[in-house]
């Protein structure tokens, strides 16, 4: 699963990409984009990926940013703060 997330100004396009089949795309505003109360990250620009009304196991996450950064919202287990 290759998930792809372009922001240019205030528009953003979401393409989700399953086993190289391009199985969902959106384009709209980022104001659009909201969790609502459920799903509320602590920090509103942090990433999250969670499933509803079903059973997911994630073995593993890998993070590639296009441009910016990207920082833990808290350290690893064992890690001192940065």
Same mark, same amino acid.
């Given at each position: 699963?290759?998930?792809?997330? *372009? &922001?240019?100004?205030?528009?953003?396009?979401?393409?989700?990409?399953?086993? /190289? #089949?391009?199985?969902?795309?959106?384009? @709209?505003?980022?104001?659009?984009?909201?969790?609502?109360?459920?799903?509320?990250?602590?920090?509103?620009? *942090? &990433?999250?990926?969670?499933?509803?009304?079903?059973?997911?196991?994630?073995? /593993? #996450?890998?993070?590639?940013?296009?441009? @910016?950064?990207?920082?833990?919202?808290?350290?690893?287990?064992?890690?001192?703060?940065?």
């Amino acid at each position: 699963l290759d998930i792809t997330v *372009a &922001l240019k100004g205030t528009q953003a396009e979401i393409v989700v990409d399953l086993d /190289g #089949v391009i199985f969902l795309r959106w384009q @709209g505003r980022q104001s659009l984009l909201s969790p609502g109360t459920v799903w509320k990250m602590p920090d509103p620009k *942090a &990433l999250g990926l969670g499933v509803f009304n079903s059973t997911a196991t994630f073995e /593993g #996450v890998r993070l590639r940013m296009l441009s @910016g950064k990207a920082r833990p919202l808290r350290p690893a287990a064992g890690q001192p703060p940065s």
